[in-house]
């Protein structure tokens, strides 16, 4: 009993268990669902190809948007719905960068890793203003964030010159390897750089102080500024972190396609990286958190889209199974029904020592 | 009291951050595309912008066109659109005109009573909404103004505007899957991709490929799905399907982006597409980068949306101006399908947008 109580309260029990359920139903409906084959891509290269491929590929982004919007949901009890815009930005400056001003570069004009740079620093001072408005300006995060969330793809588009900058793979091969495959390499490279932000966000939770100033500035302010930590530094460090997240996140999405479209790039995806931390059972007013709830959170949401798919569920209903998802978390978490439910397992367990 | 700073302030930092992106767009016009980021604002909604130089006493000789447009920012086909007006409507051609652009429609109803007041002698409007129009064009019919429609039409009485210049959506999706079923294939297993469900194009573009699917045995759908003009959706639509292990022999994508989005997929599975090749991919728009993937032969057809109503605007205002009629209200634009056989650069140089 003990240890069933320890497994079901531990964080990490809700996505955990949605995941099994979702791995079971699809077991179930169809064991193809788990086959995984190599082939060979246009290429030539050999590459792993199937529905847990797709999964751990597609749902990088999502993941490394989890990190960022965990740390910005505990420190500010908010959440940051500008991460799309800002990866519309991030992904035009870094093509600006690369392509100069000709939409259809012959070749690149700047290395990758200078575009990347550069659409970091934009990312993290586009962090940093989401963050200055919700730190030192006390303005709710979602409300601060809705600036960005407004003008961020006009801004996106205004940076290009409102031209659509391709970069075909004879001006650079490599550009397509950070949303594809590298030669030789026969798992997705979103895969090895969603893994590389998780493995930095470990090391830096583990060796710094990071995760516990953020989760004290979440859970009290002013006892915290008492304590001698500066609360405000600490959530604009959080957006910035975030900032740092985007612009990963953008490179990975610029590089799926080799191009942008300001008007539908990383289009809804703050609305499933705030669920991701949702469904890690973390707190969406602030306080403690857990990462890894979070990024599993993140993989379940690309597990259940990826199924929807499978199913062949009109896409355009998917925003409805996610909401019935959310529906169930949000009550299953509210304090009446947190009552309500103890209240019956204790006259479950009283009426069980009755009847023995 | 601190609210009310507050508010201040941000609305201080929001104005201050868009006259910026205003005038930096305006000093980063590079001139590719006709220059058709021109005085457009990127976060406001409206901007009106009178591109004639001040040699205008003679300007008896001008004729003054209002021009009431979407923000050329919502797409490439605006852009291109925006650029070809621009192009068409100058002082050497004999016009004087003034443009408005904005999505919003009572902006738009804004924009069109300050050219009336203006006295403008044609008013040439794509409208943002199709309702809400009969009361302003009245005013502009009154004050003798003749109103041309184009790219969008409106529900107002035909009385009130002198001709409607618009694309065939339903026509753009005939061509296309006349042209498939040219290609005499012996079985016919589609992935359509459709745009943002609603939308005209969609609707046009799903309707002919939806007929032919009913009509004949050997054309099935492997899937039909909304990937809402979005690249990366798209890709995911045709990755599913690969995974699945269904087989497949065309992509019928009803824009360029998901026509590219769904190639990645196939590229990634090393599944051969193009002239030739296993699977036929088809796309919409006709952006000049999707007609080098033609030319390329790695695509096999793109529609085109004819984004150049100029010239036909242009035609008609020549038309009146030397007291001839309109014969035709509803003006359809000739809209071309390309085919990777048969393409060649001219069409790219000259069509792609």
């Given at each position: 009993m003990n240890t069933l109580k320890k497994i079901t309260k531990n964080q990490l029990f809700i996505p955990l268990a949605a995941l099994l359920i979702l791995a079971m139903f699809n077991l179930i409906m169809d064991p193809g669902f788990f086959k995984i084959t190599l082939g060979q891509n246009n290429m030539g290269n050999y590459v792993l190809s199937g529905y847990l491929i797709t999964i751990l590929d597609s749902g990088s982004e999502l993941a490394i948007l989890a990190i960022g919007m965990t740390l910005v949901t505990a420190a500010s009890g908010g959440q940051d719905i500008s991460v799309g815009a800002v990866i519309a930005i991030g992904g035009s400056a870094m093509l600006r960068v690369l392509c100069g001003n000709d939409p259809k570069p012959a070749q690149l004009h700047a290395p990758i890793i200078?575009?990347?740079?550069?659409?970091?620093?934009?990312?993290?001072?586009?962090?940093?203003?989401n963050g200055t408005l919700v730190a030192y300006f006390k303005i709710q995060p979602m409300v601060a964030t809705l600036i960005m969330y407004t003008a961020g793809r006009s801004?996106?588009?205004?940076?290009?010159?409102?031209?659509?900058?391709?970069?075909?793979?004879?001006?650079?091969?490599?550009?397509?390897?950070?949303?594809?495959?590298?030669?030789?390499?026969?798992?997705?490279?979103?895969?090895?750089?969603?893994?590389?932000?998780?493995?930095?966000?470990?090391?830096?939770?583990?060796?710094?102080?990071l995760g516990l100033y953020t989760q004290s500035v979440g859970i009290n302010e002013s006892s915290s500024k008492l304590n001698g930590l500066n609360p405000q530094a600490i959530k604009l460090l959080s957006f910035v972190i975030l900032g740092l997240c985007v612009a990963v996140a953008a490179l990975i999405k610029v590089s799926r396609i080799q191009t942008i479209n300001y008007s539908v790039i990383a289009k809804d995806i703050e609305m499933?990286?705030?669920?991701?931390?949702?469904?890690g059972g973390n707190a969406l007013s602030g306080g403690k958190f857990n990462m890894p709830a979070s990024i599993i959170g993140a993989y379940v949401i690309q597990f259940l889209t990826t199924t929807l798919y499978k199913f062949k569920v009109q896409s355009d209903a998917l925003p409805a199974y996610k909401a019935v998802v959310v529906i169930l978390l949000v009550v299953l978490s509210a304090p009446v029904v947190r009552e309500y439910l103890s209240g019956l397992k204790k006259k479950i367990k009283a009426g069980g020592k009755e009847v023995a | 009291?601190?609210?009310?700073?507050?508010?201040?302030?941000?609305?201080?930092?929001?104005?201050?951050?868009?006259?910026?992106?205003?005038?930096?767009?305006?000093?980063?016009?590079?001139?590719?595309?006709?220059?058709?980021?021109?005085?457009?604002?990127?976060?406001?909604?409206?901007?009106?912008?009178?591109?004639?130089?001040?040699?205008?006493?003679?300007?008896?000789?001008?004729?003054?066109?209002?021009?009431?447009?979407?923000?050329?920012?919502?797409?490439?086909?605006?852009?291109?659109?925006?650029?070809?007006?621009?192009?068409?409507?100058?002082?050497?051609?004999?016009?004087?005109?003034?443009?408005?652009?904005?999505?919003?429609n009572d902006e738009q109803i804004t924009a069109a009573q300050k050219f009336i007041q203006d006295g403008v002698d044609y008013l040439l409007l794509s409208a943002a909404d199709t309702a809400g129009w009969d009361s302003v064009l009245k005013d502009a019919q009154d004050a003798g103004i003749s109103v041309i429609l184009f790219d969008r039409t409106i529900d107002a009485d035909e009385s009130l505007y002198e001709a409607s210049i618009v694309s065939d959506m339903a026509k753009e999706g005939e061509t296309a899957v006349n042209w498939l079923a040219g290609q005499g294939l012996s079985e016919y297993n589609v992935i359509h991709i459709q745009g943002v469900m609603g939308s005209a194009a969609q609707q046009g573009r799903?309707?002919?490929?939806?007929?032919?699917?009913?009509?004949?045995?050997?054309?099935?759908?492997?899937?039909?799905?909304?990937?809402?003009?979005?690249?990366?959706?798209?890709?995911?639509?045709?990755?599913?399907?690969?995974?699945?292990?269904?087989?497949?022999?065309?992509?019928?994508?009803?824009?360029?982006?998901?026509?590219?989005?769904?190639?990645?997929?196939?590229?990634?599975?090393?599944?051969?597409?193009?002239?030739?090749?296993?699977?036929?991919?088809?796309?919409?728009?006709?952006?000049?980068?999707?007609?080098?993937?033609?030319?390329?032969?790695?695509?096999?057809?793109?529609?085109?949306?004819?984004?150049?109503?100029?010239?036909?605007?242009?035609?008609?205002?020549?038309?009146?101006?030397s007291g001839?009629?309109?014969?035709?209200?509803?003006?359809?634009?000739?809209?071309?399908?390309?085919?990777?056989?048969?393409?060649?650069?001219?069409?790219?140089?000259?069509?792609g947008i």
């Open positions: 200078v575009a990347f740079l550069v659409s970091c620093i934009v990312c993290m001072l586009f962090g940093a203003f801004i996106a588009a205004w940076i290009n010159n409102n031209t659509l900058p391709v970069i075909s793979p004879t001006a650079s091969p490599s550009f397509a390897y950070f949303g594809g495959f590298i030669p030789g390499i026969p798992i997705p490279t979103p895969v090895f750089i969603a893994i590389i932000c998780m493995i930095i966000i470990a090391l830096v939770l583990k060796f710094t102080n499933d990286a705030i669920l991701a931390v949702a469904l | 009291m601190k609210k009310r700073v507050l508010a201040t302030l941000l609305s201080a930092v929001m104005l201050v951050s868009l006259a910026a992106c205003g005038s930096n767009g305006g000093s980063n016009d590079t001139g590719s595309a006709g220059g058709s980021t021109g005085g457009s604002t990127s976060g406001s909604t409206t901007t009106t912008t009178t591109t004639t130089t001040d040699s205008g006493s003679s300007s008896g000789a001008l004729i003054k066109v209002g021009i009431i447009n979407n923000d050329p920012n919502e797409s490439g086909y605006r852009t291109a659109n925006d650029a070809d007006l621009k192009a068409m409507f100058t002082e050497a051609n004999g016009y004087e005109a003034s443009f408005a652009y904005s999505l919003k799903t309707g002919a490929l939806d007929d032919k699917v009913k009509a004949e045995a050997s054309w099935n759908l492997v899937t039909q799905q909304t990937a809402e003009w979005n690249a990366e959706k798209a890709q995911q639509i045709v990755q599913s399907v690969i995974d699945s292990g269904e087989s497949f022999n065309v992509i019928y994508a009803e824009n360029d982006d998901m026509a590219k989005g769904a190639v990645a997929a196939l590229d990634s599975a090393g599944i051969s597409h193009g002239v030739g090749k296993d699977v036929i991919v088809m796309g919409f728009d006709c952006n000049k980068w999707a007609l080098e993937e033609l030319l390329n032969k790695n695509w096999n057809y793109d529609g085109q949306c004819n984004p150049f109503q100029a010239s036909y605007i242009d035609e008609i205002i020549k038309t009146l101006e001839g009629t309109i014969s035709q209200k509803t003006i359809i634009m000739d809209e071309k399908g390309f085919d990777a056989a048969t393409i060649t650069q001219a069409d790219v140089d000259q069509y």
